[in-house]
């Protein structure tokens, strides 16, 4: 996994030496940026392929669909504190699409990149999903819902700035209907039951990811069903 990692850093490295983003098209990070790979079966060819996108939520779910999908498809993870907009995420992602063929691939990506307003998160959407469709080589795309934040002094109600992941939801699932691409909405899913969460009130418990893991592996295996007709 080192090795993997290391390889990446060095292509990010040509990437953006030989393509620097204009300069009027800042990056803006968080104080720690992060990213994690993981490939189930990367030595076998014998199941479709699922790709999950996402960051720590989509972490915390995958080992619940890596288990339910075991004998129907081989379950890969991208996870990554980047937005969207940021260079390096496309560096990455596309490491992993070139490296295998995924018949699904689900994007779950809200909870970072609070630098970036709602208006270039909306920006975002369409240079991400015609990347998918330009690597991803006729996989089916799922697009996950954003999890709400919940308030740490009442977890009973969701957090004061809870209406950015609101608009943010709002512009992608709008984005995701108008051009036909399925939602699989985990905010509603747990929006009501803060015992699902943990006491970061972001994260999840093994309840929660549970529950969000059924959901998610229920919507691609219809979607790996639906690619098959």
């Known amino acids: 996994m080192h090795k993997i990692l290391a390889f990446i850093l060095l292509i990010q490295a040509g990437v953006m030496a030989s393509a620097p983003a204009d300069a009027k098209d800042k990056i803006l990070l968080e104080k720690i940026e992060w990213s994690d790979i993981w490939v189930v079966d990367a030595n076998q060819d014998g199941l479709p392929r699922v790709l999950m996108v996402g960051d720590s939520i989509t972490q915390g779910y995958f080992r619940t669909v890596d288990g339910i999908l075991t004998g129907k498809a081989d379950c890969a993870r991208y996870s990554t504190s980047m937005f969207m907009a940021n260079p390096d995420y496309f560096a990455e992602l596309k490491i992993i699409l070139k490296r295998h063929q995924f018949s699904v691939i689900q994007v779950n990506n809200g909870l970072h ?16 999903m015609n990347f998918l469709k330009k690597y991803g080589r006729g996989a089916t795309i799922v697009w996950a819902t954003t999890t709400p934040r919940r308030n ?11 209406d950015r992941v609101k608009e943010r939801n709002r512009i992608a ?23 699902y969460y943990r006491d970061d009130h972001t994260h999840f418990n093994d309840q929660g990811r549970a529950v969000e893991g059924k959901q998610v592996s229920e919507i691609i295996l219809q979607a790996l069903k639906d690619s098959k007709r």
Not at 152 to 162: G, H, I, K, R, V
């Open 113 to 128: 990149g609070w630098e970036y307003t709602e208006q270039q998160y909306g920006q975002s959407l369409p240079k991400l």
């Open 152 to 162: 740490p002094q009442n977890p009973a109600q969701l957090s004061a700035d809870n």
């Open 173 to 195: 699932v709008e984005y995701m209907t108008k051009h036909g691409i399925a939602v699989d909405d985990l905010y509603n899913l747990v929006a009501d039951h803060p015992e």
